[in-house]
């Protein structure tokens, strides 16, 4: 299955910015092209609306448009992945999620299973997200960092773009070239299909008794069922509904009242067993939810 990450961002937004709800929204779908979201937030400027969100693709390169968004007193709202720029007063407000505590959490776990499981090499194969984009930042600077403070072995690295059909290329041209593969950690739940998929052609197993595990960030409906039968052994969440997030930060722009320069959104981490139940990460402790039908049931995404 195709995750719907994307889908449910768009979704959240769309459902709170309906006409029912007060709002015109103009939504335009960058298809992940940076120069598409700097001509549409142009497009916006001309049309001189309220405000501006941006979920922005990679973190550079933002400065002269949201300059002119700036110029034109339009506020931009940030969601989901970060901006690099060199003035913060380029943007009114940011929420969205720790990806470096995301990943801290997976690595985490991942040490504290290994070591429950008395697994004594960590052969392990990154396959990033967008190269730039926060989400792949944070979660590969933290995977990089557990690396070297755990002495796993870091066979290889290279992008999946975020997608299932690039992850399963990576994930076949990997396990052509190193045989000893046996944690795989996707940056993403559609790199995780792919990577699966790949993987099983190779006529190789995954899950807990299998040849490799799997790994994945976003607990999408589709990624935590395959975390329920074992094929991603381990799921850290990724949380897209920010539409109610954007609202509240604009109905306090309204009332003139002050909003948080950026706020994280919390996030849970979702494992196929129960081997480990708490991680520390970032100095605080996390529960580890077992994933069960009823979890499943109840995501909203
Ligand atoms: O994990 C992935 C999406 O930026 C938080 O990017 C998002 C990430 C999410 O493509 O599915």
């Known amino acids: 299955a195709e995750s719907d990450w994307r889908t449910a961002n768009s979704q959240s937004m769309k459902d709170t910015f309906s006409k029912e709800n007060g709002y015109d929204l103009i939504f335009d779908d960058a298809q992940q ?4 979201q700097i001509t549409a937030i142009r497009n916006f400027i001309q049309q001189e609306v309220d405000y501006i969100v941006l979920a922005p693709v990679t973190e550079s390169g933002w400065d002269p448009v949201l300059k002119e968004a700036k110029d ?4 931009v709202i940030i969601v989901d992945r970060m901006v690099d720029v060199s003035d913060d007063s380029l943007y009114t407000a940011w929420v969205g999620s720790d990806f470096k505590l995301e990943g801290e959490k997976a690595c985490a776990w991942l040490k504290a299973y290994t070591e ?14 967008t190269i730039g984009a926060s989400a792949q930042i944070g979660r590969t600077e933290a995977l990089n960092e557990a690396v070297k403070s755990n002495g796993w072995n870091l ?18 041209s990997m396990l052509k070239q190193y045989k000893n593969i046996n944690v795989v950690y996707c940056e993403n739940d559609n790199e995780a299909f792919g990577a699966i998929n790949a993987i099983e052609a190779a006529g190789k197993k995954v899950g807990p008794d299998g040849d ?9 409906k589709a990624g935590i069922t395959d975390t329920l039968s074992g094929k991603i052994i381990l799921n850290t969440e990724c949380n897209p509904l920010h539409g109610p997030r954007v ?15 950026k706020a994280y959104v919390d996030e849970g981490i979702f494992a196929h067993s129960d081997d480990v139940t708490t991680v520390k990460a970032g100095d605080k402790d996390f529960d580890v939810t077992k994933v069960t ?8 995404y």
Request: hydrophobic share 40%.
């Open 33 to 36: 092209k940076q120069e598409n």
């Open 72 to 75: 034109a007193d339009i506020p």
């Open 116 to 129: 429950a499981k008395g697994m004594k090499e960590v052969n392990i194969v990154d396959i990033q997200g």
């Open 155 to 172: 066979l290889a690295q290279q992008t999946g773009e975020f997608t299932q059909a690039k992850g399963q290329e990576v994930m076949e």
């Open 212 to 220: 490799i595990l799997v790994m994945s960030f976003d607990t999408t």
């Open 247 to 261: 609202e509240e930060i604009i109905k306090k722009l309204e009332a003139n009242e002050k909003v948080d320069k």
């Open 293 to 300: 039908k009823d979890v499943i049931d109840k995501r909203a």
